[in-house]
């Protein structure tokens, strides 16, 4: 299995645990995050799923449980190891966890 350390401000931190997963398997997985998380957000909330103020990428933490499925399917494990919120939102109103790359 995968397994993607996400840690905000800092550096992800990717952990093969088992061999064998192939580029295709990632690649089908960044996909899914992009089609399934980013369009069902948006169609949800109105809203654009990531926010990049300081110049990283993260996810909404309404759509990290989308991204938990479709990482499941390709035998994915995120952990997020911090939380934050992007920059110009107040602490404790919008709450947003970073997203991972491959």
């Known amino acids: 299995m995968l397994k993607v350390l996400i840690v905000l401000n800092f550096v992800i931190f990717v952990h093969y645990s088992v061999s064998g997963l192939t580029i295709d398997a990632q690649s089908e997985a960044d996909k899914c995050f992009i089609k399934e998380c980013r369009e069902t957000f948006f169609r949800k909330t109105g809203e654009a799923p990531l926010c990049g103020s300081d110049g990283k990428p993260?996810?909404?933490?309404?759509?990290?449980?989308?991204?938990?499925?479709?990482?499941?399917?390709?035998?994915?494990?995120?952990?997020?190891?911090?939380?934050?919120?992007?920059?110009?939102?107040?602490?404790?109103?919008?709450?947003?966890?970073?997203?991972?790359?491959?």
């Open 58 to 102: 993260y996810i909404h933490h309404f759509s990290f449980s989308c991204a938990q499925q479709c990482a499941s399917k390709y035998g994915i494990e995120l952990i997020v190891a911090y939380e934050g919120y992007c920059k110009g939102k107040p602490p404790g109103v919008e709450y947003w966890r970073p997203i991972m790359e491959f």
